[in-house]
């Protein structure tokens, strides 16, 4: 048995359903189905709160020990040497897997970039240089960025082979498998897949469950392997259609369910991201230097003359699978702690001042205001798009604000040396977006 039918046959034995064996762990529903179909492997402390609760080890868990029962089972949830080496490979391999967020803006190197900027740009203006000298700066920044980039690009290249190396190696239910999406509803938020899975062993009468899940909810299909003319399964292969809302967290399965009952789960693949790349978004927004603009006098942010912003749709296709939907209206605001402070109203390209180059872009105004601004308080300006389906989403600017420690001035989160990142992630829930 895998880990998965483990965990299961215990909570059955139990009497615990998935989501009472969820809150007694403190996860949801949806992390027990993961770990019961071999989609995800619990994590270190998961185990031995299981182990604790079922009475067993954790090396029986994992399939290193044979009794399932034991008078031993540690209640200080001390693992051996091999069974801890054991979970953390496992653990580790898991985790290295999963795919990473792509992140939607590469602002911290953004940050990095424009602060070093700053910082020669004070140098050339002290020393009264030739612009010579900035521009060789800002080369070698550039570079410097540009191997980071790539540098990182190939290490995720290189670790995303080696997993699905392993992958392939453990995909040991399977001689074949392929999943194909091939039709997706923006209208009704919803995706279809063709999935089709042979097993290396085959036994007559067999069936294959497959099994869509994309966070929320699970769709499965039974099926026979594939029938000739008169309906009577014919070859190994078993094929069918999954319907599901479209998520950022998608989990195709395939459970091999033999004529005895016993059943065994193929994880065959996972999808990220298709959600959020089919939102429209902007390539860029640029403000009219709300840092350098900006006042601070008796716990006020003042900005007495108007700011002007460029907004350029993004029309670079992100998500291949799912194109983006067309963007139908954008509004722009400035927020304090994600608050909505004032919209902006939208400018004519000939009325706009102070940007140059954009022609793709369109243009907004806020006039003159004050407000409430006290440390810890974060300015924000955003891009908030409605597409053709009537959904929302945000884009926030790329340049956070805050007060300087001395309160006098406005910087960048972070840059008292702090980890800027660390400091300051950018939001893009809308949902965490208040506009009233």
């Not at 702690?337 to 140059?356: F, G, H, V």
């Amino acid at each position: 048995m895998t880990t998965g039918q483990r965990i299961a046959q215990k909570r059955k034995e139990a009497g615990l359903s998935q989501e009472a064996l969820g809150g007694e762990l403190g996860v949801s529903r949806q992390s027990i189905y993961k770990w019961e179909s071999d989609a995800a492997l619990p994590e270190i402390d998961k185990l031995v709160a299981l182990s604790r609760r079922f009475g067993v080890t954790v090396g029986w868990l994992l399939g290193v020990e044979e009794a399932p029962e034991t008078a031993s089972a540690p209640d200080s949830g001390e693992l051996t040497e091999a069974q801890l080496k054991m979970v953390e490979e496992i653990t580790a391999r898991y985790i290295a897997a999963q795919p990473a967020p792509k992140p939607r803006k590469k602002w911290p190197y953004v940050l990095a970039v424009l602060a070093l900027l700053c910082a020669a740009y004070n140098i050339y203006d002290f020393i009264g240089a030739t612009g010579r000298r900035f521009d060789g700066v800002y080369d070698q920044i550039s570079q410097l960025e540009n191997r980071l980039e790539v540098s990182i690009s190939n290490q995720v290249y290189s670790l995303s082979s080696r997993v699905e190396d392993m992958l392939k190696q453990q995909n040991s239910l399977t001689a074949d498998y392929g999943i194909e999406l091939i039709s997706a509803d923006l209208s009704k938020n919803a995706v279809t897949f063709s999935v089709y899975a042979v097993p290396k062993t085959y036994v007559e009468g067999m069936c294959v469950e497959f099994s869509v899940d994309n966070g929320r909810d699970a769709n499965s299909k039974t099926v026979l392997s594939e029938p000739d003319q008169n309906g009577q399964p014919v070859s190994e292969k078993f094929s069918a259609e999954l319907t599901c809302e479209l998520t950022d967290d998608i989990a195709i399965t395939a459970v091999f369910v033999m004529p005895d009952g016993t059943r065994q789960t193929q994880p065959l693949q996972t999808y990220s991201g298709l959600y959020s790349g089919s939102l429209p978004d902007v390539q860029s927004l640029a403000d009219g230097d709300l840092q350098g603009r900006g006042q601070i006098e008796n716990g006020s942010l003042s900005f007495p003359d108007a700011i002007e912003f460029a907004v350029t749709p993004n029309k670079v296709l992100d998500n291949i699978l799912i194109p983006r939907a067309e963007v139908v209206s954008t509004k722009v605001g400035l927020f304090k702690n994600q608050q909505l402070i004032a919209w902006a109203e939208p400018i004519s390209a000939e009325e706009q001042t102070r940007y140059r180059g954009f022609d793709n872009a369109t243009f907004y105004r806020l006039e003159p205001l004050s407000f409430p601004f006290a440390a810890g308080d974060i300015l924000e300006s955003a891009a908030v798009l409605t597409d053709e389906y009537g959904r929302e989403t945000i884009c926030p600017g790329n340049f956070p604000l805050t007060l300087s420690t001395d309160g006098q001035s406005l910087t960048f989160p972070g840059s008292d040396g702090s980890n800027t990142a660390a400091a300051y992630a950018l939001d893009t829930d809308i949902t965490h977006w208040r506009f009233d």
